[in-house]
């Protein structure tokens, strides 16, 4: 045999063995890819959330809690944004596993299954056990996030929605409607200032404030305020609210009370809640004069 022929032999032979070895790592990710990512993917299968009565969702600075409570949801004892509880049972139908991303422990606190910016989350059901999973930073990839199961070392990259509507504080899983009212139905509108009280009342083609004619744009602008209230923020807390305290009363036909409203206008913001509500909602500062305006803003210029 010629000294060619047997570099050529031995070539060949390196470009199989190279082969081989490529076609192996592939297998062996594969092989690390369905195991680690198969745990994660039955339990997001064995999620239904028709059965679930509790998430717990534990994050590095708050610790939400939601509840049902009969046909709607309480998030640590508060009445829950109907919109962020639907996109939380949304992200968690609609979610994929992708590939693993490490199965190395020593790369858990860098992605974020671990340590500091780790969020574990629990779902309890009526009539199953309780399930668990580690949500960590966010992928490389828009719209992934990386996330492992407890007690295992593979982190899987998780295709959807469920991280941005898992990762807030507890403010923005609270309900911010203040009001509904249908002003169509308001008749008297009874409101009390520092400066002085009033009554509105509405008569067959105009609002009256006593024996003369109300303001009609600084009505219009009370009953646009009243259709539709959504607070910015909440001021729950042990301390006063700041401000001038006024109250606002919407009467409809047949003396029936539609909303009654104690306030508070300061220079911040306009803190308000309800009758018989402790909760205390913030509002933006302008819209104490627009809602419950002191008595020289409604009699007709």
Same mark, same amino acid.
Do not use: C
């Given at each position: 045999?010629?000294?060619?022929?047997?570099?050529?032999?031995?070539?060949?032979?390196?470009?199989?063995?190279?082969?081989?070895?490529?076609?192996?790592?592939?297998?062996?990710?594969?092989?690390?890819? #369905?195991?680690? !990512?198969?745990?994660?993917?039955? @339990?997001?299968?064995? =999620? %239904?959330?028709?059965?679930?009565? +509790? &998430?717990?969702?534990?994050?590095?600075?708050?610790?939400?809690?939601?509840?049902?409570?009969?046909?709607?949801?309480?998030?640590?004892?508060?009445?829950?944004?109907?919109?962020?509880?639907?996109?939380?049972?949304?992200?968690?139908?609609?979610?994929?596993?992708?590939?693993?991303?490490?199965?190395?422990?020593?790369?858990?606190?860098?992605?974020?299954?671990?340590?500091?910016?780790?969020?574990?989350?629990?779902?309890?059901?009526?009539?199953?056990?309780?399930?668990?999973?580690?949500?960590?930073?966010?992928?490389?990839?828009?719209?992934?996030?990386?996330?492992?199961?407890?007690?295992?070392?593979?982190?899987? #990259?998780?295709? !959807?929605?469920?991280?941005?509507? @898992?990762?807030?504080? =507890? %403010?923005?899983?609270?309900?911010? +409607? &203040?009001?509904?009212?249908?002003?169509?139905?308001?008749?008297?509108?009874?409101?009390?200032?520092?400066?002085?009280?009033?009554?509105?009342?509405?008569?067959?083609?105009?609002?009256?404030?006593?024996?003369?004619?109300?303001?009609?744009?600084?009505?219009?602008?009370?009953?646009?305020?009243?259709?539709?209230?959504?607070?910015?923020?909440?001021?729950?807390?042990?301390?006063?609210?700041?401000?001038?305290?006024?109250?606002?009363?919407?009467?409809?036909?047949?003396?029936?009370?539609?909303?009654?409203?104690?306030?508070?206008?300061?220079?911040?913001?306009?803190?308000?809640?309800?009758?018989?509500?402790?909760?205390?909602?913030?509002?933006?500062?302008?819209?104490?004069?627009?809602?419950?305006?002191?008595?020289?803003?409604?009699?007709?210029?």
């Amino acid at each position: 045999m010629s000294e060619r022929t047997l570099r050529r032999i031995l070539t060949a032979l390196a470009v199989v063995l190279l082969l081989y070895s490529a076609l192996e790592l592939v297998a062996r990710v594969r092989r690390g890819s #369905t195991a680690g !990512g198969g745990g994660f993917a039955r @339990v997001l299968a064995g =999620l %239904d959330t028709a059965t679930l009565n +509790r &998430v717990r969702m534990e994050g590095p600075a708050d610790t939400v809690l939601l509840e049902r409570a009969g046909e709607r949801w309480t998030a640590n004892g508060h009445p829950t944004d109907p919109a962020a509880v639907s996109r939380l049972f949304r992200a968690l139908a609609t979610s994929e596993v992708g590939a693993v991303a490490a199965n190395n422990p020593a790369n858990h606190e860098r992605l974020g299954v671990a340590g500091a910016d780790a969020w574990t989350l629990r779902f309890e059901s009526v009539d199953g056990h309780p399930m668990e999973i580690v949500l960590g930073k966010t992928g490389t990839r828009f719209g992934t996030a990386f996330a492992r199961l407890p007690g295992e070392d593979a982190v899987i #990259t998780l295709i !959807g929605d469920l991280r941005p509507s @898992v990762v807030k504080p =507890l %403010d923005q899983w609270r309900d911010r +409607r &203040v009001a509904r009212v249908d002003t169509g139905r308001v008749v008297r509108l009874e409101v009390t200032t520092a400066s002085g009280d009033y009554v509105l009342q509405r008569g067959d083609n105009r609002w009256s404030l006593g024996a003369a004619p109300a303001d009609s744009f600084t009505v219009a602008m009370m009953l646009g305020e009243l259709a539709d209230v959504d607070a910015t923020g909440f001021a729950d807390g042990e301390m006063a609210p700041a401000g001038e305290r006024r109250t606002l009363v919407a009467v409809a036909e047949g003396a029936d009370t539609v909303l009654a409203l104690e306030g508070w206008v300061g220079l911040d913001a306009f803190v308000v809640r309800r009758a018989r509500d402790a909760t205390l909602y913030e509002l933006s500062a302008w819209r104490g004069d627009r809602m419950m305006p002191p008595p020289d803003s409604v009699r007709a210029r």
